[in-house]
Nanobody, 117 residues
């Protein structure tokens, strides 16, 4: 399984970006998919996740600003990021948690998001 993340870039504070994570496998085969971020010198944090049934979960620091969604036809998960802050600067990565417990979680490569003040 390959997860291809894209959509990062440089944006001014208050701006928006939309990240995409395209899966090489039907995303219905995953229990959930999510976005994580890691800033230099910091731990990786969960940003948002979405279950196969569409249930969403957000980190407190992005609630009301970010929205995760999925397109089952395109096998893609999106992260719409609004009202971006310099503190949102990080490498954003997507993951996919398989339904079968014996299968490991898949991770995509990261995409850099830089928010200037």
């Amino acid at each position: 399984v390959q997860l291809q993340a894209s959509g990062g870039g440089l944006v001014q504070a208050g701006g928006s970006l939309r990240l995409s994570c395209v899966s090489s496998r039907n995303i219905f085969s995953f229990k959930s998919m999510g976005w994580y971020r890691q800033a230099p010198g910091k731990q990786r944090d969960m940003v948002a996740s979405i279950s196969s049934g569409g249930l969403t979960n957000y980190a407190d620091f992005v609630k009301g600003r970010f929205a995760i969604s999925r397109d089952n036809v395109k096998n893609t998960v999106y992260l719409q990021m609004n009202v971006l802050e310099p503190e949102d600067t990080a490498v954003y990565s997507c993951n996919a948690v398989p339904t079968h417990w014996l299968e490991n979680t898949y991770w995509g490569q990261g995409t850099q998001v830089t928010v200037s003040s």
